[in-house]
């Protein structure tokens, strides 16, 4: 059956303007990182890339190596894109990124221009694409000069294989100084996309301080805690089909009797606002006036439909926050 999307998807989304630029993004974006490989099923992917859509969700978030095996996310994107979105590509924003491994030998990864522009034409054919929205250097490369790295992405840009420039897992110092270059090409940067959730407060040192008076956005990632944030390992066990029992990004020892502790306590404090624990996780990351989006990801149209619904939960009170502190601990789980 062909896909028309829904004639009301953007009457509950809401959207948030990135930094200072003109660019909105949904509050809630869809990453692909996970679920959208070789074995995942199609049609789980294609479900859940409709209702995201139909739900208001106009962000997907991709890179070069997600699959696995790397680069099948794109590939597999690119197949839904082409059957069911071409109609709606200006209504999409797309990005993708190069900075983890991705081919043998020394182009392979890191920072340097000849792998930022060589990748990115590798993501385009991947997907089909004539350009993507956002292109981001995956991490900052201490071995790279910084101005290459953002000579590319300003090449990126001036080429009209990307329209915005980003960068992931910069601090505060490294996003200043890589801002400063792309400005002196004519370049904004757009926006950073760090990790950050509950339990993982190293944004909050400086990074969005310093995002909020440069005037760049910011799209946090695995804001659910690749899971541990929602209700998937609350009973102590793991689940056969969960990330903890499939992949080794996030490891089984993780559900220990302090993550359980804590876990269980932000459940109740969800439960008495009427929320799941992951609605509760979305909302808090979402409290942050410098977060333009929450970048999730979902293993099924189940999980995508409970996380959207946070939208129409009620802002955390003082006093809720309040509650939530002591169980919000930096560090409590593995970082990747
Ligand atoms: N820039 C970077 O370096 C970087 C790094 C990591 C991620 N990212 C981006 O961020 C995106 C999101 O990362 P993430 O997948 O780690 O995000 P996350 O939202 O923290 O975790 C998503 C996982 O949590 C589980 N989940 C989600 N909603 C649930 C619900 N309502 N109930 C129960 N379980 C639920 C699912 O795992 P199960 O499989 O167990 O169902 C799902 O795959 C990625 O796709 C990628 O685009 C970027």
């Known amino acids: 059956m062909g896909y028309q999307a829904a004639d009301n998807r953007y009457e509950n989304m809401k959207y948030r303007r990135t930094g200072k630029s003109g660019l909105l993004l949904p509050e809630i974006s869809l990453g692909l990182w996970h679920n959208f490989g070789d074995k995942d099923s199609k049609s789980t992917q294609k479900a859940i890339l409709r209702r995201a859509f139909d739900l208001g969700v106009t962000h997907f978030d991709l890179a070069n190596n997600y699959g696995p095996s790397a ?8 197949v839904h894109l082409a059957r069911d979105f071409a109609a709606y590509r200006d209504e999409l924003i797309i990005s993708t990124k190069a900075g983890y491994n991705m081919w ?22 991947r997907m ?18 910084l101005e290459e790295t953002m000579g590319a992405l300003a090449t990126a840009v001036h080429s009209g294989k990307a329209l915005y420039a980003g960068v992931s897992n910069y601090d505060a110092q490294q996003t200043s100084a890589a801002k400063k270059i792309l400005e002196s090409k004519g370049v904004p940067l757009l926006i950073n996309q760090p990790r950050y959730s509950m339990f993982d407060r ?15 956005g910011s799209i946090v990632f695995s804001p659910l805690a690749q899971g541990l944030l929602t209700n998937r390992y609350l009973s102590g066990s793991v689940p056969k089909n969960s990330r903890a029992a499939k992949n080794h990004f996030l490891k089984p020892t993780e559900i220990s009797a302090e993550y359980l502790e804590h876990a269980k306590a932000l459940n109740e ?24 989006s929450a970048l999730i990801g979902a293993s099924s149209v189940k999980q995508l439909e409970q996380n959207l619904a946070t939208l129409s939960s009620p802002k955390l009170s003082l006093e809720e926050l309040k509650l939530i502190e002591p169980h919000a601990i930096h560090g409590l789980v593995l970082k990747r």
């Open 71 to 78: 680069g099948s996310a794109e590939k597999n994107f690119g």
């Open 104 to 125: 043998a030998g020394p182009y392979g990864e890191w920072g340097s221009r000849k792998y930022l522009l060589s990748s990115l034409d590798q993501s385009l054919q």
């Open 128 to 145: 089909g694409l004539d350009y993507v929205d956002i292109f981001y250097s995956h991490r900052y490369d201490p071995n790279t000069p």
């Open 202 to 216: 190293t944004a909050e040192a400086s990074l969005f301080d310093t995002l909020g008076l440069e005037g760049i």
């Open 269 to 292: 404090i969800a439960a008495g606002r009427g929320q799941s624990l992951s609605q509760l996780a979305l909302s808090w990351v979402l409290r942050q006036p410098t977060v333009t």
